[in-house]
């Protein structure tokens, strides 16, 4: 968890980050919070009986979302398979790399964190055009304060609380202090 002034990716501004690379650069916490989101889900019989690939956010979702698809292949015996969606030169989520799914698959999107689940949703749409189900939505952190966010069901490993301000009533705008995006160096103003 960060601490300063940052621009997260949903616009608004934050005094904290939860950085998840951070922690999923340990192979065995990333395994670790893989079997505690694959706990969450089996409450959820339906997505672990009918999951046949998670699909991922790069760059934030992809290790988590590599994880979860090992945890549930293991787990069910499966092909679970592991694809990622990237934004295209126009900023569309998209599938590259000759990823495809087809309205056989049954889908788990797989985040590192939710706030307002903006890139999530965008996820869902690559996946309804491309014809599969989206069964479930997991994450590392579920940081969106318990709103309603998706139409199907939503399980996260845990739930983080963090203020957040749109940018015209952020306090530390208003003491001036730099709004940083995280993960990156660059400072906005
Ligand atoms: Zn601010």
């Known amino acids: 968890m960060l601490e300063g002034h940052f621009l997260l990716s ?44 998670v699909v991922s956010p790069a760059i934030g979702g992809i290790v988590f979302g590599q994880e979860v698809a090992r945890v549930l292949r293991t787990m069910t015996g499966r092909d679970v398979r592991a694809l990622f969606t990237e934004r295209d030169d126009a900023g569309t989520m998209v599938l590259r790399r000759g990823f495809t799914l087809s309205s056989d698959d049954a889908v788990l999107v797989v985040e590192d964190v939710v706030t307002t689940g903006k890139s999530t949703r965008e996820v869902m749409a690559v996946v309804s055009g491309a014809g599969a189900a989206v069964v479930g939505v997991g994450c590392v952190a579920d940081r969106s304060g318990g709103m309603p966010l998706f139409e199907v069901p939503f399980h996260a490993v845990t739930a983080v609380a963090i203020r957040t301000w749109q940018p015209a009533e952020c306090p530390l705008c208003a003491q001036g202090i730099p709004c940083v995006k995280p993960g990156s160096r660059k400072q906005l103003r």
């Open 10 to 53: 949903s616009g608004l501004h934050s005094d904290r980050y939860l950085q998840c690379a951070l922690m999923l650069q340990h192979p065995d916490v990333a395994e670790r919070l893989a079997v505690l989101l694959y706990q969450e889900l089996g409450r959820d019989r339906d997505i672990v009986n009918r999951v046949t690939a």
